[in-house]
Nanobody
Framework: VQLVESGGGSVQAGGSLSLSCAAS????????IGWFRQVPGKEREGVAC????????YYEDLAKGRFTIARDNRKRTVTLRMNSLNPDDTAVYYC?????????????????RGQGTQVTVSS
């Protein structure tokens, strides 16, 4: 199983970034794909996730109105467009996969996680 994130980097407050996740090694169509983030010393938190059919999206309050998640099942990729970034968004962002058969909320738990990509927002 591989979830490979890309697109992280440094941006000034108010700016935008797009993260991408490329998936391989598992039945992509059977998994909700999402993003979590974590700051050292703090609990991880869900950001956004998208259903297997790409027709339903879920966002934590921190992301609503600013972030947009989308998936392409043919390409096995998921993107997270982040706008209006602020320093509180600084974290390592992880792409995650949650089996549709588990009955878990995809913003709470996951089966697989990538290595992460750093996002740094300066004021």
């Amino acid at each position: 199983v591989q979830l490979v994130e890309s697109g992280g980097g440094s941006v000034q407050a108010g700016g935008s970034l797009s993260l991408s996740c490329a998936a391989s090694g598992f039945d992509f169509d059977d998994y909700l794909i999402g993003w979590f983030r974590q700051v050292p010393g703090k609990e991880r938190e869900g950001v956004a996730c998208v259903s297997t059919g790409a027709d339903t999206t879920y966002y934590e309050d921190l992301a609503k109105g600013r972030f947009t998640i989308a998936r392409d099942n043919r390409k096995r990729t998921v993107t997270l467009r982040m706008n209006s970034l602020n320093p509180d968004d600084t974290a390592v962002y992880y792409c995650t996969a949650t089996s549709k058969y588990a009955g878990w909320g995809c913003l709470q738990r996951y089966h697989y996680r990538g290595q992460g990509t750093q996002v740094t927002v300066s004021s």
